[in-house]
């Protein structure tokens, strides 16, 4: 029957107790970076379908509400006052840019409370 020294007992579970930390800031830091990432997708998408119903319809109401309806995957949901329509009226040259400023809640508060986001989405009018 082999034995270990008797000093080395406990070492273990110390060593453990000394990476725990690490270890559970790398799967939280994981878990943020991931969601962000998500609702960055969600805002450039979101952008997107405001810019192309702005370029087709040539209606900045119209833009801003299908740029909410994209964007329900955020929680919270976008409002009208998160979305820039530029210009206010296409013309047959011109592009239409939509941009959305969105601050994501994080879900643990390690990082900061929030994290300021932006979507863009450009489109050729009457396009």
């Known amino acids: 029957m082999i034995r270990t020294p008797q000093p080395e007992r406990g070492a273990a579970a110390v060593e453990f107790a000394l990476i725990l930390p690490v270890l559970i800031l790398l799967i939280v830091g994981m878990l943020e970076f991931s969601r962000a990432y998500n609702a960055q997708l969600s805002l450039t998408n979101a952008a997107r379908e405001g810019a192309r119903v702005m370029a087709v319809h040539n209606s900045a109401a119209l833009a801003r509400t299908a740029a909410i309806g994209a964007g329900v ?51 050729l009018c009457g396009g």
Do not use: Q, R
């Open 73 to 123: 995957a955020l929680e919270p949901a976008l409002t009208s006052g998160d979305i820039t329509v530029t210009p206010a009226t296409c013309t047959s040259t011109g592009t239409v840019k939509v941009t959305i400023d969105y601050d994501l809640e994080l879900m643990t508060g390690f990082f900061g409370a929030t994290i300021p986001l932006t979507g863009i989405g450009v489109m």
